[in-house]
Antibody
Framework: QLQLQESGPGLVKPSETLSLTCTVS??????????WGWIRQPPGQGLEWIGC???????YYNPSLKSRVTISVDTSKNQFSLRLTSVTAADTAVYYC????????????WGKGTTVTVSS | EIVLTQSPATLSLSPGERATLSCRAS??????LAWHQQKPGQAPRLLIY???KRATGIPARFSGSGSGTDYTLTISSLEPEDFAVYYC?????????FGQGTRLEIK
């Protein structure tokens, strides 16, 4: 069964770049049957979809974040990554990596999540 | 962007009671709606997809129904571990959106 695990710095300074990695186990990141994505949840708030990547190079981003987001894949490490530039306190959140089946309209598997705080 | 509105915001019930949670969409979803459960300090987990299909390992007391713009998650007899926050979720035009959540608390 596919499992996802997020990793990365827990503290990022304002105006800097947030970088997180999701390690995939139990399956291959090169699989054409999944979209690999990121979702975040600010403290005490709901869930916001950030974006996803398919088959290594086709990306889809939330229009509200599109100008600051990049999602990429590292097939050699079976990982995918999130970069969010020019962060502010509003980007403080728990960040989840997740996957959606190619022919499904639902988030199927979630990582455990990692907390990122934006503060000087 | 399709907006999902969940009601009520908070539902207070006792173990053994029946819970009914609602999710209304701003446009028809053609049954492409999912429900996720989130317990404190944990990641969400998928309960229901395609409006009425239970995900792997989800107990039969959880059921989903609805069509068009109106959907319902029903928990037939609440167990202590069911008290959590529930989110509905949809996808359209590559954008995934979630409802604001319903908190199910012990009365």
């Amino acid at each position: 069964q596919l499992q996802l695990q997020e990793s990365g710095p827990g503290l990022v300074k304002p105006s800097e770049t947030l970088s997180l990695t999701c390690t995939v186990s139990g399956g291959s990141i090169t699989s054409s049957t999944y979209y690999w994505g990121w979702i975040r949840q600010p403290p005490g708030q709901g869930l916001e979809w950030i974006g996803c990547i398919y088959y290594g190079d086709t990306t889809y981003y939330n229009p509200s974040l599109k100008s600051r987001v990049t999602i990429s894949v590292d097939t050699s490490k079976n990982q995918f990554s999130l970069r969010l530039t020019s962060v502010t306190a509003a980007d403080t959140a728990v960040y989840y990596c997740a996957l959606r089946p190619l022919f499904g309209n639902y988030v199927d598997v979630w990582g455990k999540g990692t907390t990122v705080t934006v503060s000087s | 962007e399709i907006v999902l509105t969940q009601s009520p915001a908070t539902l207070s019930l006792s173990p053994g009671e029946r819970a009914t949670l609602s999710c209304r969409a701003s446009q028809s979803l053609y049954n492409s709606l999912a429900w996720h459960q989130q317990k404190p300090g944990q990641a969400p987990r998928l309960l229901i997809y395609d409006a009425s299909k239970r995900a792997t390992g989800i107990p039969a007391r959880f059921s989903g129904s609805g069509s068009g713009t109106d959907y319902t998650l029903t928990i037939s007899s609440l167990e202590p571990e069911d008290f959590a926050v529930y989110y509905c979720q949809q996808r359209s035009n590559w954008l995934i959106t979630f409802g604001q959540g319903t908190r199910l608390e012990i009365k």
